[in-house]
């Protein structure tokens, strides 16, 4: 009796922190996902209200909560009422009292691929930035959505120093540039400004991008992401139906650990991983044209095979990539027949023909 007395909400959510989504960081309580907790005679009963494509992530959030919870001192029963709902267009409430979906966001876009890295200094940004370059060659319509919330970039890649507008209907009105609609939290704060949120903010500050911006019309809207597997990943996969995500990574041995983390959780969240980039894959000479593998190679190639998933290419390492990048003109728009533009043309053209764009 003494053990069940001393079982609290409190000590029943410290085990619940235990508890991550599938492949993220974060822990179900600090996402939110515990609702209606009650305890009392040794009795544990919540709801876990999820959004997500993958109903085997959530059964598997279940499964862990279940077993920690009835391993916790004190505790005779556990009940745990799952509430899954999928982002997208809304679902009428079935008989079984299932709640609706959210209401479609970005009913206008088409496809929606997420460029993503487990860790930094791969040059995602960069990637992405060229990426969404080289679909408008291909004669796509592309938006660039920068979420990488702790180290926004692009509107320095994109040349792009003034602020957005609101238009008519309170939407920020994203600004074009080479061709691509372009919205970044860099548009909206000081260059040296730090930003020091906490995951809500961060949530937050996706969903505004998301649904707060008029990107109108468009066939791809290429999302950067922050590296890592975290805040902004998830809302992402929670409020769109994302068509694909590009994994980057560099040769380095390292770099392919983080990115099999990177691809396992776009995996959990059931999101199809349509292929790897490996950036900085080598250098070629100018001069001579001598090959120089300076970071390694072929390791994205042998990871995409590991893993059963597509090769999109190597993209060589070239300085008029950082110098581009500095000066608002990414490669593809500044050296349009480069080697670096042919590889990331061929992206593109990759990503078009398996999305049937």
């Not at 490996?278 to 995409?304: D, V, W």
Request: with cysteine; net charge neutral.
């Amino acid at each position: 009796m003494a053990a069940t007395a001393e079982l609290t909400e409190a000590r029943v959510l410290e085990v619940l922190k235990t508890v991550r989504f599938p492949g993220l960081s974060r822990d179900i309580v600090s996402f939110g996902f515990v609702k209606d907790l009650t305890v009392g005679g040794g009795n544990v009963a919540l709801r876990l209200e999820i959004v997500t494509e993958s109903p085997r992530a959530a059964e598997e959030i279940k499964r862990d909560a279940t077993e920690k919870l009835r391993s916790l001192p004190g505790v005779n029963a556990v009940t745990i009422r799952l509430d899954v709902q999928t982002p997208g267009p809304a679902a009428p409430r079935g008989a079984a009292g299932v709640p609706p979906a959210q209401p479609n966001i970005l009913p206008e876009v088409r496809f929606k691929v997420a460029v993503a890295s487990g860790k930094g200094g791969v040059g995602k940004s960069t990637v992405a930035a060229n990426l969404a370059l080289a679909l408008v060659r291909v004669g796509q319509r592309v938006g660039l959505m920068d979420s990488d919330i702790y180290g926004p970039s692009q509107q320095m890649m994109m040349g792009i120093s003034e602020k957005p507008f609101v238009n008519e209907g309170n939407q920020i009105v994203p600004i074009e540039r080479h061709g691509v609609k372009v919205m970044s939290l860099g548009f909206l704060m000081d260059a040296d400004q730090p930003v020091i949120w906490r995951g809500p903010m961060v949530m937050k500050a996706v969903e505004q991008f998301l649904q707060d911006v008029a990107w109108g019309k468009l066939d791809f809207l290429v999302v950067d992401l922050p590296p890592g597997t975290g805040d902004a990943q998830l809302t992402l996969t929670q409020k769109i139906h994302l068509s694909g995500a590009v994994i980057v990574t560099t040769p380095q041995d390292i770099s392919l650990i983080d990115a099999r983390k990177g691809l396992a959780m776009f995996v959990k969240v059931n999101v199809p991983v349509l292929g790897i980039v490996e950036n900085m894959s080598y250098y070629l000479c100018p001069e001579c044209g001598h090959r120089a593998e300076i970071f390694k190679h072929g390791g994205g190639r042998r990871t995409a095979e590991q893993l059963k998933v597509p090769f999109l290419g190597e993209i060589p390492l070239d300085p008029k990539v950082a110098i581009g990048g500095d000066a608002g003109e990414p490669i593809v728009a500044a050296e349009p027949k480069s080697a670096v533009t042919e590889a990331y043309l061929k992206i593109a053209e990759e990503i078009v023909r398996q999305l049937g764009a």
